[in-house]
């Protein structure tokens, strides 16, 4: 186990809703990134948050947002969910900004009806 | 479009033989591979990583062979046993920390163990 943890486990919603995300880093570690995993593929990174500001994104449109707090969690945001959100959440978490290897969380599952 | 990229989505093997898994990418700016393990339902665990100044570094069962001049990346599992068995994702990083671009996946490769 990395240490990583997100909840909830399990999220049903419909089109048109907000969801929100949340994930508790790795002990000592200050930087989560979270990425959207969709069936049978690899993940796709969304942001990363380094000191509670935004530290990169990837193509993910706005209404994908996300916080970090001064314990280093975050939460990911999505506005008007669209069914192609529909995947697998996952948070990951580092200990530096500068630090390459990422340790990820189980994720969360979001269906979009 | 993604710049890692993966040969086979499955492969199978024998219990007890070797297991090659094979990865291209085409950012020759990369200077970060990270191997992950993906069991169903679970999140992507750390297997071994490697940096572009080497060429090849060995965990425990596991070794990871980088070839630059081919752009190519190969994760060999010794004797494979049935916890071996999942989708296994190779990653680059083009820049330290993420950044910009966090860590670009490939889309997996299905390792199969046969009793």
Redesign the interface.
């Known amino acids: 186990e990395?240490g990583?943890t997100q909840s909830p486990t399990h999220l049903i919603k419909t089109r048109g809703q907000q969801v929100t995300l949340r994930c508790s880093s790795q002990s000592g570690h200050n930087?989560v990134?979270w990425?959207q995993q969709a069936l049978?593929?690899?993940?796709?990174?969304?942001?990363?948050y380094?000191r509670e500001e935004e530290?990169?994104?990837?193509n993910f449109p706005p209404r994908f947002s996300g916080l970090q707090f001064p314990n280093y969690s975050s939460e990911l945001n999505v506005n008007a969910l669209e069914l192609d959100d529909s995947a697998l959440y996952?948070c990951?978490s580092?200990s530096?900004?500068?630090?390459?290897?990422?340790?990820?969380?189980?994720?969360t599952r979001l269906t979009v009806l | 479009g993604?710049s890692?990229g993966l040969h086979l989505p499955t492969l199978s093997v024998q219990e007890g033989d070797n297991s090659i898994i094979n990865c291209a990418y085409s950012n020759s700016a990369s200077d970060?591979f990270?191997w992950?393990k993906q069991e169903s339902?679970?999140?992507?665990?750390?297997i071994i990583?490697i940096r572009s100044n080497m060429d090849k570094r060995q965990g425990q069962r596991v070794t990871v062979l980088l070839n630059k001049t081919v752009k190519h990346l190969s994760l060999q599992i010794a004797a494979t046993q049935p916890g071996d068995s999942a989708v296994y994702?190779c990653?680059e990083?083009i820049r330290?920390?993420?950044?910009?671009?966090?860590?670009?996946?490939?889309?997996?490769t299905h390792l199969i163990i046969q009793p």
């Open positions: 990395t990583v930087t990134s990425y049978g593929q690899g993940p796709q990174f969304i942001f990363q380094y530290n990169g994104r990837g996952l990951a580092s530096t900004r500068m630090e390459d290897t990422q340790y990820f969380g189980p994720g | 993604e890692v970060y990270i992950y339902g679970k999140g992507p665990q750390f990583d994702f990653a990083n330290p920390g993420g950044g910009a671009d966090g860590l670009t996946f490939g889309k997996g």
